[in-house]
């Protein structure tokens, strides 16, 4: 049990006794619980339109996070592509081909990007951190 000592008393606050009341069921809850239960809905919605639309089998693991060249010129997604923001961060499902991956954007759609628009983020590109500096003279 922790002792308090006459120092540590301040007078304009109540300590708190054991039998302190925890604080109310609402409090306790999520602000909106119906927001997240659609969200996991709409999220459900999105991975089974993903599986029928690109014939998909098994788990979706991100494989990568790459980034859409900020400078690109990015076309309307459609049909099978996904459409790009530039700077987005996407999560890549698969590397279909030497031209496009299978990607999911921050909005939880699916579709193709092209190799070309995409980057690694910079996060990512430092890489020898971990590694002692050779050039380091001290």
Same mark, same amino acid.
């Given at each position: 049990?922790?002792?308090?000592?006459?120092?540590?008393?301040?007078?304009?606050?109540?300590?708190?006794?054991? &039998?302190?009341?925890?604080?109310?069921? /609402?409090?306790?809850?999520? #602000?909106?619980?119906?927001? @997240?239960? %659609?969200?996991?809905?709409?999220?459900?919605?999105?991975?089974?339109?993903?599986?029928?639309?690109?014939?998909?089998?098994?788990?979706?693991?991100?494989?990568?996070?790459?980034?859409?060249?900020?400078?690109?010129?990015?076309?309307?997604?459609?049909?099978? &592509?996904?459409?790009?923001?530039?700077? /987005?961060?996407?999560?890549? #499902?698969?590397?279909?081909? @030497?031209? %496009?991956?299978?990607?999911?954007?921050?909005?939880?759609?699916?579709?193709?990007?092209?190799?070309?628009?995409?980057?690694?983020?910079?996060?990512?590109?430092?890489?020898?951190?971990?590694?002692?500096?050779?050039?380091?003279?001290?």
């Amino acid at each position: 049990r922790l002792k308090i000592s006459h120092e540590d008393e301040y007078d304009d606050v109540d300590p708190i006794t054991e &039998d302190f009341p925890p604080p109310p069921l /609402e409090l306790r809850m999520p #602000i909106n619980p119906k927001i @997240s239960v %659609k969200k996991s809905k709409k999220e459900e919605r999105d991975e089974k339109e993903f599986r029928k639309k690109f014939k998909f089998e098994g788990e979706i693991k991100v494989l990568s996070k790459m980034m859409v060249d900020p400078n690109a010129n990015t076309k309307k997604g459609g049909g099978k &592509d996904l459409q790009l923001a530039r700077g /987005e961060i996407l999560d890549v #499902i698969q590397f279909t081909s @030497s031209e %496009k991956y299978l990607c999911r954007n921050t909005s939880g759609k699916y579709g193709y990007a092209p190799k070309n628009l995409l980057l690694e983020p910079e996060w990512e590109i430092y890489d020898d951190v971990d590694h002692p500096d050779i050039y380091d003279n001290d």
